[in-house]
């Protein structure tokens, strides 16, 4: 407030009223002016002020209604491309004033409303980068362009050191990315994104298991998604039932005699190994044709002789499963 008609040196009370409030009261020397900034936040809209200076012999009033406004913010930011990943932008906001939302726009496309964006453009160009800072005071809008060169636009490729495939151990799985980036996996057969667990070293899989991967190179690109599927079987296939059952009398001189195990196999190292003999002649018996289809290995023989003790007998290694699991010592007995 301006003052007039006052002596110089007195001392007087020195009021600022909002709607009749009073905001402010200070001793105030009589100096030409005084001065209060009202928190225009405070106080948006249509008000009546009053401001007055009393003091000595003098007093001053002033009265007006006013409308007081929130300042517009004002946008600022910097940006810095990375020396070494010529694609990878970091924004850094710098808007002051009273900012209640901010928006950017990176010019390729996509937008960001996070106050500091790290983004990556995915190929060379130049891009005008937009900041809008608003506030209840209204909105202002910056603008600066950049130029990309050099942006790697090569997806990276990944692999992994063993095959999907059926196995009788437990497997250790490297794997490996076509140039620096990082690999994230899953076991749990969900699609590997960027906060699954991220490669470090060598993966056990001990158990049956499906491994999915992808890689990202430093410049963000994407491998796609790699799925191996491992099956881990230790468990050797089991006799369930023969046929004839054992020490059954009375079969047939001429239908094949069969084992049933407890998962499909095929021949093993010691296939030859297996032997038909008649006990009660001590002689072998010659086999015509041995026979896997899915878990049941079929033995057919000369015919056999009537009301003789016959021994079938199987090696261990004679079948495997397709894990590679070896079937044990079996044999059983019967008469015809
Ligand atoms: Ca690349
Ligand atoms: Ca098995």
């Known amino acids: 407030m301006e003052k007039e008609d006052v002596n110089p040196g007195d001392i007087g009370q020195f009021s600022v009223y909002i709607d009749s409030n009073l905001i402010q009261e200070t001793l105030a020397n ?26 000595g012999n003098s007093a001053y009033v002033d009265d007006f209604f006013t409308t007081l406004k929130y300042p517009a913010p004002i946008s600022n930011f910097t940006l810095a491309i990375d020396p070494t990943i010529p694609n990878k932008v970091q924004f850094n906001f710098l808007s002051k004033g009273y900012i209640d939302t901010l928006k950017w726009n990176f010019g390729d496309g996509s937008t960001s409303t996070s106050t500091n964006p790290l983004h990556y453009y995915s190929k060379n160009g130049t891009y005008t980068i937009e900041l809008t800072t608003t506030g209840p005071g209204g909105s202002t809008t910056l603008n600066k362009t950049i130029t990309l060169t050099h942006v790697d636009t090569t997806k990276p490729t990944a692999t992994a050191s063993v095959g999907s495939g059926i196995y009788n151990t437990t497997q250790v799985v490297k794997l490996s990315i076509s ?7 899953t076991t749990d057969g969900k699609t590997p994104t960027t906060t699954s667990q991220k490669y470090t070293g060598p993966i056990k899989i001990a158990k049956t298991t499906t491994l999915k991967f ?6 963000n690109n994407y491998s796609p998604v790699y799925t191996k599927t491992y099956t881990i079987d230790k468990v050797a296939p089991e006799i369930i039932s023969t046929t004839p059952k054992d020490y059954a009398t009375g079969y047939s001189k001429t ?8 998962e499909n ?4 190292i010691n296939w030859t190994k297996i032997s038909v003999e008649n006990l009660n002649t001590g002689k072998l018996v010659s086999i015509t044709a041995k026979t896997i289809r899915n878990n049941i290995l079929y033995i057919q023989t000369v015919n056999r002789l009537s009301g003789d003790w016959y021994q079938v007998y199987i090696l261990a290694g004679a079948i495997k499963d397709y ?14």
Request: proline share 3%; glycine share 10%; aromatic share 18%.
């Open 214 to 219: 992808r890689a990202v190179d430093r410049a």
């Open 30 to 55: 009589s100096t030409e002016y005084n001065e209060y900034i009202i928190p225009t936040m405070n106080y948006s809209g249509v008000h009546n002020i009053t401001v007055s200076w009393n003091g």
């Open 265 to 268: 196999i095929k021949t093993g």
């Open 179 to 185: 140039e620096p980036g990082t690999i994230y996996y």
């Open 323 to 336: 894990a590679g699991n070896k079937g044990q010592n079996a044999y059983f007995y019967f008469r015809t």
């Open 255 to 262: 239908t094949a005699v069969s084992f049933k195990f407890s």
